[in-house]
């Protein structure tokens, strides 16, 4: 069953520096997205990507991220001048836009990437 | 707005028991609900929706949710709970993004 990658599984980073998290989606998958647990809290979204561009965005995301996909396979969140609290796992998440209900189908995730700041 | 609460932070099963997760929504519209699981280290997976059809919703390994509209509740239930369902269990709700509720870990004991 083809699945989401993501890459680095972990990712030590000192506070101020900036960091770049990868993400293949699933091939024939056209929205993506980005969200992050904090530690024994819940999941939380931060951002959802169709057609090269936002389609929409959390107040967690502010100018401080970004999102890009450089070529056909990659889906990359860019946090500049990284902070403390933004030590979290992030996961990345595609679903296709096939079907009849397409506002339903589910999301597949990667395994996330822990992101620890220092 | 949209809003999912789970309402119990922790469940505890005993094996060969039947268990239940409990999930609350609130949205305007129909609701397009989820379950996913989480393993140590893991990513989510999905287990089963609900879009539309029959209340009782059969999903993976077992497990099978009861969409209930005048309780705006969609639980998480399976009749016989096995030591390798114990994870981390998030209800999702879909209105223009996915939201999930806090999460409850289910502990089964053999």
């Known amino acids: 069953e083809p699945e989401v990658t993501q890459t680095p599984s972990h990712q030590v980073t000192q506070m101020g520096q900036e960091v770049i998290l990868r993400c293949v989606p699933i091939s024939n998958h056209l929205y993506f997205y980005w969200y992050r647990q904090i530690l024994g809290q819940k999941v939380e979204f931060l951002v959802s990507f169709y057609n090269n561009e936002i389609s929409e965005k959390s107040e967690i995301f502010d100018d401080q991220f970004s999102v890009e996909r450089p070529d056909g396979s990659n889906f990359t969140l860019k946090i500049r001048s990284t902070k403390l609290e933004d030590s979290a796992m992030y996961f990345c998440?595609?679903?296709?836009?096939?079907?009849?209900?397409?506002?339903?189908?589910?999301?597949?995730f990667g395994n996330g990437t822990r992101l620890t700041v220092t | 707005a949209q809003s999912v609460a789970q309402p119990e932070d922790q469940v505890n099963v005993a094996e060969g028991n039947p268990l239940t997760v409990k999930c609350t929504y609130s949205v305007s519209g129909n609701p397009y609900l989820f379950w996913y699981v989480q393993y140590p280290n893991r990513g989510l997976q999905f287990l089963l929706k609900y879009i539309t059809g029959d209340n009782l919703v059969k999903g993976s390994y077992g497990f099978e949710a009861e969409f209930n509209k005048s309780q705006t509740s969609f639980h998480l239930k399976k009749p016989s709970a096995l030591v390798s369902d114990s994870a981390l269990y998030f209800c999702a709700l879909y209105g223009n993004k996915l939201v999930f509720g806090a999460g409850t870990i289910l502990r089964v004991k053999s």
């Open positions: 998440a595609s679903r296709t836009s096939v079907g009849v209900a397409r506002t339903n189908s589910p999301l597949h």
